[in-house]
């Protein structure tokens, strides 16, 4: 376990100047707008991060008290880092992430690296520290998962919003969203209890009027 004095200093103002260049960083996130969320209403990715991170934890407290191993507290963590190189890169087209997948990856990976060393030190740069939980965020963990659908439900509650109050545009993106999703659980979800219970908020959210 890592001792508090190794990540924020021995003294308080040591731990407030770290914590101050952290934040200072994130707040940032206020300021980027997302190309998936118009053009009724432009949501910032400060917001988009809080409703992953509740999306996050209702599924990992669902998936708990149903008898499956899950940290719910790790989830929470992973769902408020996981956009954090957006604070500095921006946000970017889904479809352009993925057509420069090596080249997003690599340029996420080294910002953020940078940001937390430049912050708090080498300290928290490992895989336990707070570059740990935004790179983790990304992988295929059952954290990391419920942070991938979490992602995908908070974007589709916004659009199906903007759908519902007349954007064709939103209408036919949240389709796609909803779509994508179930297709790739459909692919890709092995646990039974995760792929249900995610279809079920997809289809509470994609069909409410």
Known sequence: ?????????????????KMHRFFFQLDKLRDVLRFS??????????????YVTLFAMFIARYLHD???????GKAM??????????SFLGDVLL????QMAVQYDNAAKDTVFDWIRDCFGNSDIDTGGLYGLWRWSKHNTIEGNIVRYADQLAALLVLK??????????NTLSKRIYDD????????????KIHDFIVEIAKCIYHRE
């Open 181 to 192: 999703l179930v297709a790739y659980l459909t692919l890709h979800e092995q646990n039974i």
């Open 95 to 98: 479809d352009t992430k993925k």
């Open 1 to 17: 376990m890592r001792l508090a004095n190794q990540t924020y200093g021995s003294s308080v103002k040591d731990a407030v100047m």
């Open 161 to 170: 919003r903007q759908a519902n109050a007349g954007s064709g545009s939103a």
């Open 77 to 86: 963590s992973f769902a408020v880092m996981h956009d954090a190189e957006e």
């Open 37 to 50: 969320t118009y053009p009724l209403y432009k949501e910032n990715v400060a917001e988009h991060s809080y």
């Open 66 to 72: 149903s008898g499956t191993a899950v940290d719910i």
